[in-house]
């Protein structure tokens, strides 16, 4: 029994292959194609007490405690505004991990929680194989607790394995990257995930596609996008952009105090990159690639705006993206504020 996605699965059967030599691993990917169950299920194969395979038995003491959430020598970190959440997929328990909804807990990783590895580090396993860190969504490490996890790695206790996990490989110490076996997470295969999405959510093909499009090709977002029911582009959204296009009498103040919430500031970044990609997309005559539903109001759009402004407000967007990768404390209304205003002030 394998806990692995079907897209994951040969890839870490390549990986455990050298299971014994490599103490350190960084498993990095973009968001929605399944790292954190990738690295659960990799500890999982790592504590597994059935020598028959590679991949975790699913039925021995180790794969039962482990399925419990209850293995004394599996330890997981991940930033206090973040929880682990399982959901059942086809009969099968998958994990991960998300941000908790409205919440102002801290988005680092900080010194203690590394700190308080260092007893456990010390005590032999408690089943007596090897014992195992998962470090999740990594990149919210901050200097000293990456110092902190430097010492550890620099001076590894016998028997364990660290498995830190990122979406943002250049956010970890350059450092932290040269200890370590780098394993690359890619976009499945288009195929794959449409089998997977189809058979996880009875959607058809076609719509699945809309869904695959607008993420990038992640499955796993595009499995929560489908099963929170929401639509592709909310309605909410269709609003704002029908309003940046007419750009009358737009109470940008008011509309930001009902809907500001609905995403998190990644999210809106994200949303406007994909908007400035679609817009560019039109102007050289392509397809639309995310807002497949929503293609007519897209091309209005771009023919208000010129495509200097559009390729000025992509690299506007990349730096903005960058600067919030690097920095916590950012008045994230403000920015989103700002780039609306930029945006409705290019429309012509
Ligand atoms: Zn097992």
Request: charged share 20%; hydrophobic share 45%.
């Amino acid at each position: 029994m394998s806990f692995f996605f079907p897209w994951q699965l040969k890839l870490a059967e390549i990986y455990l292959k050298n299971k014994n030599k490599i103490y350190a691993n960084i498993i990095y990917g973009s968001n929605g194609v399944g790292k954190f169950e990738f690295a659960f299920s990799y500890a999982a194969s790592l504590l597994c007490e059935s020598d028959h395979d590679s991949i975790a038995c699913g039925i021995c003491v180790s794969c039962k405690l482990i399925a419990k959430n209850n293995h004394p020598d599996l330890k997981l970190i991940y930033p206090e505004y973040m929880n682990k959440f399982e959901i059942s997929i086809e009969g099968k328990i998958f994990r991960y991990i998300d941000i908790i909804e409205n919440n102002h807990l801290s988005k680092e990783i900080r010194i203690q929680q590394i700190r308080d590895l260092l007893p456990w580090l010390n005590i032999t396993a408690h089943r007596g194989r090897k014992k195992i860190i998962i470090i999740h969504s990594a990149n919210c490490l901050n200097e000293i607790s990456s110092n902190a996890l430097l010492k550890i790695l620099e001076e590894p206790p016998l028997g364990v394995v660290f498995l830190i996990v990122t979406n943002i490989l250049h956010k970890l110490s350059p450092t932290i990257i040269s200890r370590c076996q780098l394993i690359h997470l890619p976009i499945p295969a288009k195929n794959v995930s449409l089998n997977w999405l189809s058979n996880a959510t009875k959607l058809d093909s076609l719509n699945i596609e809309k869904y695959l499009a607008f993420t990038g090709g992640a499955p796993l977002k595009s499995f929560f996008l489908i099963k929170s029911s929401n639509d592709i582009c909310p309605m909410w959204i269709m609003e704002l952009l029908c309003n940046i296009y007419e750009n009358k009498n737009f109470k940008l103040y008011s509309f930001l105090d009902v809907n500001f919430d609905k995403m998190s500031l990644f999210e809106w970044i994200d949303f406007f990159q994909k908007l400035y990609f679609d817009l560019m997309l039109t102007k050289f005559n392509d397809d639309v690639r995310y807002f497949i539903e929503i293609k007519n109001t897209i091309l209005k759009i771009s023919n208000k705006i010129d495509i200097s402004s559009i390729m000025n407000m992509i690299i506007y967007l990349n730096n903005k993206n960058l600067l919030i990768n690097n920095n916590n404390n950012i008045n994230a209304r403000l920015l989103v504020n700002v780039l609306l205003q930029k945006i409705i002030s290019q429309i012509k």
